[in-house]
């Protein structure tokens, strides 16, 4: 069977987000396995170069890149002879366009078709309108076989909405580590003597990831944690910003951009806590590889993180709540063996999410709708 993947897989000037590595990975990860059940084939959804300000926004650009995407789409399904469409979308302006081409597609050459919503919580995916959210899970009723969430509580808030219940899947994201347990238990012996607690960030550098809230938070805390940030920012109001902190906490913070697979698994490796303190998520690829690589984590109650996140991972916090932030980096600096505690469960855990097995479910979901 050959499925049709639709994701950016090439940012082309735009912000790599967590859409894109999860295309990238899925891609290679089936391409290694030469799954004999399915073939895939990639279909980049950044069909022209735009700006990184772009993004989210109805403008020329945006225009053009749709009108490509929706004729090079149906191109695409004849010339491959693909017989399922897998979609990766995630928000308001963004999703409403992908749903759009994808309908498009289906009347065109009625190929079964799965959309997958890289984002959680309801209100935060649809838009303020509900006679527009109206007309999209009407689409999404008419024009998708199968809608793969990140969140059981968001499929449920969608079926609420109208989401027809059968074309609900739920399928967590994953991590690609695979670190062995000798050196998981090196890195948690070094845990407990090292004298600075090393804590890492990795996202985009903006307000909604929370790392402004970080860089306030250890203004008091003295030389007891080294703070690794990884990641691109989305604008210059942010670059600026956050140069500012790093500036005046030179001691403190190492700044790495944008990083590749293997410096991420060396700096997660090195790392014992990583810190995500977000206002808004889906469900991070960076909390399954905190898991994966063995870190405690402090976190936020918000997206999908509640439904794979208990006290035995580390801690939750409210976001915004930079003096909670401080107090809980400050009881893993003097409780080192709760924080070990913590890192040993999360990698234990963290065999629940694998790439392989998140593979195995999305080619199931394939077969599944092929055959309806």
């Known amino acids: 069977m050959k499925v049709l993947m639709a994701a950016p897989y090439d940012a082309k000037g735009r912000f790599k987000g967590g859409i894109m590595y999860v295309a990238n990975s899925i891609y290679l990860e089936l391409e290694k396995q030469k799954n004999k059940e399915i073939e895939i084939v990639k279909f980049e959804t950044c ?15 945006n225009i053009k890149n749709f009108q490509r995407l929706r004729k090079d789409l149906i191109t695409e399904i004849n010339n491959s002879k693909a017989e399922v469409l897998y979609y ?9 366009k992908d749903i759009l081409a ?12 799965i959309l997958h919503i890289h984002f959680a919580e ?15 899970i009407d689409m999404l ?15 449920k808030e969608f079926v609420e ?52 809230d970080i860089l306030k938070s250890i203004e008091k805390i003295n030389g007891s944690i080294n703070l690794h940030v990884c990641g691109s920012f989305n604008d210059k109001n942010a670059e600026k910003q956050f140069n500012i902190f790093k500036e ?32 808004s998520e889906g469900l991070p690829i960076v909390i399954m590889e905190a898991f994966g690589a063995a870190c405690s984590i402090i976190t936020t109650n918000v997206g999908a993180i509640p439904e794979i996140f208990d006290e035995k991972c580390g801690y939750i916090v409210e976001p915004g709540n930079i003096k909670k932030i401080q107090s809980t980096i ?15 469960n999360n990698y234990k855990y963290g065999k629940k999410y694998t790439i392989d097995i998140f593979s195995e479910n999305l080619i199931n979901v394939c077969i599944e709708v092929k055959s309806c």
């Open 248 to 279: 005046k906490y030179t001691d403190k913070v190492k700044f790495y951009g944008y990083i590749n697979e293997t410096k991420k698994k060396e700096l997660l490796y090195k790392s014992d806590v990583l810190i995500l303190p977000s206002y």
């Open 161 to 212: 909405k109208g989401l027809v219940k059968k074309k609900v899947k739920v399928i967590y994201n994953f991590h690609n580590l695979n670190y062995s347990t000798e050196q998981i238990n090196q890195k948690v012996i070094e845990t407990k003597e090292k004298e600075k607690l090393d804590l890492i960030f990795m996202g985009s550098i903006d307000e909604r990831k929370g790392i402004f």
């Open 47 to 61: 069909r022209i170069e735009r700006s990184n300000s772009s993004t989210s926004k109805i403008n020329t650009e």
């Open 141 to 155: 009723n008419k024009y998708v076989d199968k809608v793969v969430f990140l969140s059981k509580t968001t499929a």
């Open 330 to 344: 400050k009881e893993l600096v003097d409780n080192r063996k709760k924080c070990s505690e913590q890192m040993l």
């Open 102 to 113: 994808l309908r498009r597609a289906k009347v065109k050459t009625n190929i079964k078709t």
């Open 88 to 96: 990766h979308s995630s928000i308001r302006l963004a999703l409403f």
């Open 122 to 136: 309801y209100e935060k995916i649809m838009f303020s309108n509900e006679t527009l959210n109206k007309i999209i």
